[in-house]
């Protein structure tokens, strides 16, 4: 069982920044290739990034690239997720999660963290 929770949301003015951290428990951490995840107001839940468990490997949506960036630390069980020039649609909660090997889909789930980006 892997416990994820999720930080580092709030308000933040159109072009501004935030970083996003997501920690968790367990002590194969590395195993588990990452991914974040957000849910625009009614809106579904949506892919954003994902890295490798060693952090070799990394993912984004075509709406996020060249402004977000994943990062993993390994040996703090934490994963990044670095937004910059951030628009007013990236207002969402933001989700990580963990994907086990050799299972299908995410496996573990965080409680979210909301993110508001003003005009």
């Known amino acids: 069982q892997v416990q994820l929770v999720e930080s580092g949301g709030g308000w933040v003015q159109a072009g501004g920044s935030l970083r996003l951290s997501c920690a968790a428990s367990?002590?194969?951490?590395?195993?588990?290739?990452m991914g974040w995840f957000r849910q625009p107001p009614g809106k579904e839940r949506e892919f954003v990034a994902r890295?490798?468990?060693?952090?070799?490997?990394?993912n984004y949506a075509d709406s996020v690239k060249g402004r977000f960036t994943v990062s993993r630390d390994n040996a703090k069980n934490t994963v990044y997720l670095q937004m910059t020039f951030l628009k007013p649609e990236d207002t969402a909660v933001y989700y990580c999660?963990?994907?086990?090997?050799?299972?299908?889909?995410?496996?573990?789930w965080g409680q979210g963290t909301q993110v508001t980006v003003s005009s």
């Open positions: 999660a963990a994907d086990q090997p050799l299972t299908p889909g995410y496996d573990y």
């Open positions: 890295i490798s468990g060693g952090g070799g490997n990394r």
């Open positions: 367990g002590r194969t951490f590395i195993t588990y290739a």
